[in-house]
């Protein structure tokens, strides 16, 4: 298989091909669009994986000239970034064609699933989508939005300093009403502030802890040597707590919109619910195999095709699993994933054989910022906050979450998402 690299920076165009390399890819690179248009003039990848903010040509814009070449048009293409991480940014991405969406950094496990996914399809003829569902002219003026709407941020920014000023400088014989009308703004740019601040600081975060999960995974590989066992433990302590910061970053901007009540955007799609229950086991195996944890899986064969969030969908899931994992006993125990069809919603259950939930903590278990029995360790922090999340990511997608437990014998999560596409 034959991969091409778009992205302008040489680390990352680096660590991204040794590991392909190292799972027997063929790899090619591009530092920006225009070079990867030339390259494609002599040779054909079979996949194309590609940043965004790049000099000279965009990955945006060299999407859209892909889908205009007939001999280009059905190639897979994979968005891979850490710049444009948004959810509007996402479904304009898959509305010009792309096959996946991903934002760096990935646990390297999760980031071939997805490339090994995309290809897949392709090669079965289910590449998706097929075609873009926007034209030229609704991505550039989609575009356009987006320069508009940095502009307009930037120029807020110096309001809200303005404002700070005139504020400060306000006579203290003023009116009460007028009193309460600055303090609610000054409380609204504040939280504003702060929203930016979080989703600013989850950016930054990615680069780095990019490179640390790639190139550890290197070191996992024996790419550059054997180890020896005292080193591979390392290894390992390095990778489980990068991959412990990479959940609270991708948690932080989610928590932030269920914090102050906002919805969280979801990309509806037609997709395979085998197939992402599958997906997303990969991801955990390891980690459950270290902790002495067998997982089953009992799929109702009349639930196939499902239509939801994908991304979304295995993020439940997947927190729901880390969540059976970390809460199981020390010897060990059971995870079981169940899935079936019940009338027109799809209904999904991890059930765990772990220490359980006491019952005085059930009633705060979905609430931001508060953790269930949260004097016992620091360890369970943050369990809380990704409940919240996952409580309104169903909610929204118009399902229902619940829970049951005993306490020292298990846990089982329930949740529901509406069938709205049936097999044809």
Do not use: W
């Amino acid at each position: 298989m034959k991969v091409l690299i778009v992205d302008n920076n040489k680390n990352d165009r680096m660590l991204i091909s040794k590991m392909l390399r190292v799972r027997g890819y063929d790899v090619l690179e591009a530092r920006n669009g225009v070079e990867a248009l030339r390259l494609l003039e002599t040779v054909t990848p079979d996949l194309i994986i590609s940043n965004i903010s790049m000099p000279g040509m965009d990955g945006f814009t060299l999407l859209l000239l892909l889908k205009k070449n007939s001999k280009t048009n059905i190639m897979p293409f994979v968005f891979y970034t850490e710049t444009y991480v948004s959810d509007e940014d996402r479904e304009l991405g898959l509305s010009l064609g792309a096959s996946r969406y991903l934002i760096r950094p990935l646990e390297p496990k999760e980031f071939f699933c997805e490339i090994e996914a995309a290809l897949k399809e392709f090669k079965a003829g289910e590449l998706k989508p097929k075609r873009p569902k926007i034209t030229e002219e609704e991505y550039l003026d989609k575009y356009s939005q987006r320069i508009s709407q940095a502009l307009d941020s930037e120029i807020d920014k110096i309001d809200r300093e303005i404002e700070k000023s005139k504020i400060a400088g306000e006579a203290p014989q003023e009116e009460n009403s007028e009193r309460q009308r600055l303090e609610k703004d000054a409380a609204q740019r504040a939280s504003l502030i702060k929203s930016e601040f979080l989703e600013e600081m989850s950016h930054e975060l990615r680069a780095p802890l990019n490179a640390i999960l790639g190139f550890n995974e290197l070191l996992k590989m024996k790419t550059t040597g054997e180890l020896n066992e005292k080193q591979e433990n390392c290894i390992n302590n390095i990778s489980n707590s990068a991959k412990h910061l990479l959940g609270i970053i991708n948690d932080l901007p989610d928590l932030v919109k269920v914090g102050s009540g906002e919805n969280l955007p979801l990309f509806i799609e037609p997709f395979n619910a085998h197939e992402a229950i599958d997906e997303t086991l990969v991801l955990v195996q390891e980690k459950a195999v270290q902790k002495n944890i067998i997982i089953k899986k009992e799929i109702d064969s009349g639930l196939n095709i499902i239509s939801a969030d994908k991304i979304r969908f295995k993020q439940i899931l997947l927190n729901l699993l880390d969540n059976a994992i970390k809460f199981s006993k020390p010897q060990g125990g059971t995870i079981l994933i169940a899935a079936r069809k019940a009338g027109d919603m799809a209904q999904f259950s991890i059930r765990d054989t772990g220490t359980g939930i006491r019952e005085e903590d059930m009633g705060k278990l979905f609430s931001v910022f508060c953790d269930a029995d949260s004097g016992r360790s620091r360890k369970y922090a943050f369990t809380g906050a990704r409940l919240a999340i996952i409580k309104q990511l169903v909610e929204q997608h118009g399902g229902r979450i619940s829970v049951e437990s005993k306490y020292g014998e298990g846990t089982t999560f329930t949740f529901t998402i509406p069938v709205r596409n049936e097999i044809k």
